[in-house]
């Protein structure tokens, strides 16, 4: 298992370089398309490109106290361990008034042998001509990828939060 060094050093590492059109929707779930590139260490140029979706099921509210665990379905030992590692860490998940299942799926890895920079436009401008609002593409760390996609996510939460609630509350629901 992963290290909380290790944990730390992939969250430093973890860079959203396209941000999905909008945010997880209130009353439904939404489905996310990624395209997650790592360097390969010890290789020039050597860039693996995962490429897969991921799920955030409908927000749940939860009552004070009563945070659970973060179900992750499809996430391997080491995104498990950060989520422990999260939950033992309640000042990072305070914004987190409701619950999720996050699911990966669909995962298809690729080595590319081109420099980062070249292999982020060539997927930028293959989104572009797709018009994939729900997409993202993300560099990280290649031994802790799930680490960082689910770093992605976590932000994904925090961000979409405020507006979710406000959605809650327009329905009467808070």
């Known amino acids: 298992m992963k290290s909380e060094d290790d944990f730390q050093y992939a969250v430093e590492n ?3 370089l396209l941000t999905p059109d909008r945010r997880i929707d209130t009353f439904g779930s939404t489905n996310f398309r990624f395209h997650l ?8 140029n050597v860039i693996r490109v995962r490429d897969g979706r991921i799920e955030a099921e409908q927000p749940r509210i939860l009552a004070p106290g009563q945070y659970t665990k973060l179900l992750l379905e499809g996430f391997g030992e080491k995104a498990r361990g950060y989520a422990d590692w999260l939950e033992q860490r309640p000042e990072n998940l305070a914004f987190l008034k409701y619950g999720f299942q996050f699911r990966k799926s ?3 890895e690729e080595v590319v042998h081109s420099p980062l920079a070249e292999v982020v436009e060539r997927i930028r401008s293959g989104i572009n001509r797709s018009e994939e609002p729900l997409t993202t593409i993300i560099e990280g760390v ?4 799930e680490v960082c996609l689910l770093k992605f996510t976590v932000d994904l939460v925090q961000q979409s939060a405020g507006g979710n609630v406000s959605d809650f509350r327009r329905r009467g629901l808070l």
């Open 37 to 44: 590139v790592t360097e390969l260490l010890d290789h020039v």
């Open 106 to 108: 669909d995962v298809v």
């Open 142 to 145: 290649d031994d802790a990828w």
């Open 14 to 16: 973890t860079r959203v």
